[in-house]
């Protein structure tokens, strides 16, 4: 796998640079009337224009697909986006239309929940949850719901890492003839290939682990149906336009290229802080799947490589939350997540502040929850600074 991130999808232009050159160009010059003809016939793969597509987006869009498809038989093809937003409304909307109904667990990324919640239903699309997506649940609710297009999952989930078992997800999903699109954002093509065990579309905020440094927001929609990405969900990109910049894709693409290595850095610093947090009397709990404590743990290791480099911790209330943020000194406070840097953020008042107190509570985001996404600097500093804001609260 750390072969085809480096190799897959890379272009060598003819000048002899050996990094490709960034494409920025809005528009494609045709030599003569005949490289039109050839072009209208789809006999050359010709770019005529860069909101349907660009050399670097392609790019991306491969190495990505050779990723999510690692080790598969059959074709895997992606379609690159402006967010990730742009991939997950992209995905939903591909499958859906007036009428249709979408199931979901009951925690998502909260643009996300918005997103299903709030602007969907303005178009006729309805969404149930099923907390979970437990088996008999989701089965009982697929059947009052015959006109359901999608079953949506995030896992691990933002920001309780519950985790959700997609194979079996897949299985009741697909007795009742309904898709399935997993947003890998958390576990990265890296850790888990969800299209490997049945689901149907991949989606991602490339802006996180993938890109890995920061730089761009960006996304993605990988699918074992190439029609799909063709004529389906991924050509949403041109018609409602969100759209990336070539630079963008080039940034994302060189970023990519170290996703295994990173994953591995951000993976085992992960397990040396949730170890430290578990045993820390300031913390009420410690979430994270590679936990044995974790009540998904089993699920988690049966279908992921490793458990990832996202945390989430209980502090006693939304005060004790404050001070511990205010101790840090090394790791930022920043949402978004999966750079090389430890980003720290608090959902309550920050990306879950748009859902109710009681919706929030519900769905177990406490005022005292604080989520990590650790970095891969050097172990020992990043719990030394924990150390010292846990101290202070
Ligand atoms: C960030 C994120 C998104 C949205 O991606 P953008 O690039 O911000 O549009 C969707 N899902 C998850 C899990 C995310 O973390």
């Known amino acids: 796998m750390s072969t085809e991130a480096v190799h897959a999808g890379e272009m060598h232009d003819p000048s002899g640079s050996h990094i490709d050159p960034v494409h920025m160009t809005s528009t494609y010059v045709f030599e003569d009337s005949d490289a039109i003809k050839s072009w209208g016939s789809g006999e050359s793969g010709a770019h005529v224009y860069s909101r349907v597509g660009n050399a670097n987006r392609d790019a991306l869009a491969s190495k990505l697909a050779a990723l999510e498809g690692y080790g598969m038989e059959g074709p895997v093809a992606a379609e690159i986006f402006g967010s990730g937003m742009g991939a997950v409304s992209s995905a939903i909307l591909g499958f859906t239309g007036s009428g249709d109904h979408i199931v979901a667990q009951s925690v998502l990324y909260g643009t996300t929940n918005h997103l299903v919640n709030e602007v969907l239903p303005k178009y006729g699309i309805t969404t149930s949850r099923v907390p979970l997506l437990e088996p008999a649940?989701?089965?009982?609710?697929?059947?009052?719901?015959?006109?359901?297009?999608?079953?949506?999952?995030?896992?691990?989930?933002?920001?309780?890492?519950?985790?959700?078992?997609?194979?079996?997800?897949?299985?009741?999903?697909?007795?009742?003839?309904?898709?399935?699109?997993?947003?890998?954002?958390?576990?990265?093509?890296?850790?888990?290939?969800?299209?490997?065990?049945?689901?149907?579309?991949?989606?991602?905020?490339?802006?996180?682990?993938?890109?890995?440094?920061?730089?761009?927001?960006?996304?993605?929609?990988?699918?074992?149906?190439?029609?799909?990405?063709?004529?389906?969900?991924?050509?949403?990109?041109?018609y409602m336009g969100a759209v990336p910049s070539a630079l963008d894709c080039w940034l994302t693409s060189i970023g990519l290229k170290s996703l295994p290595l990173r994953m591995r850095e951000h993976c085992s610093n992960a397990r040396a802080l949730a170890d430290f947090l578990e045993g820390h009397p300031k913390v009420a709990r410690t979430h994270y799947p590679g936990l044995e404590s974790h009540p998904q743990h089993e699920v988690a290791a049966l279908q992921m490589d490793d458990f990832g480099a996202m945390i989430s911790i209980e502090l006693e209330d939304f005060d004790s939350a404050c001070r511990f943020m205010d101790g840090l000194s090394m790791c930022s406070l920043a949402v978004s997540l999966g750079n090389v840097d430890t980003l720290v953020q608090h959902p309550a008042s920050m990306t879950h502040r748009l859902m109710s107190e009681e919706d929030r509570k519900a769905v177990g985001i406490t005022e005292g929850m604080v989520r990590i996404s650790v970095g891969i600097e050097d172990s020992q500093d990043i719990i030394s600074d924990f150390e010292g804001a846990l101290s202070g609260i």
């Open 137 to 238: 649940m989701l089965d009982e609710e697929l059947s009052e719901n015959p006109n359901t297009k999608v079953v949506y999952i995030e896992t691990p989930a933002n920001p309780t890492m519950s985790v959700i078992d997609i194979a079996r997800t897949v299985e009741v999903a697909k007795s009742h003839g309904t898709s399935v699109v997993v947003d890998n954002t958390f576990a990265t093509p890296v850790l888990q290939r969800p299209l490997s065990l049945g689901a149907d579309v991949v989606v991602h905020s490339t802006t996180k682990f993938i890109n890995g440094h920061g730089t761009v927001i960006g996304g993605a929609l990988v699918s074992r149906d190439p029609d799909f990405v063709e004529n389906g969900g991924g050509a949403l990109v041109r």
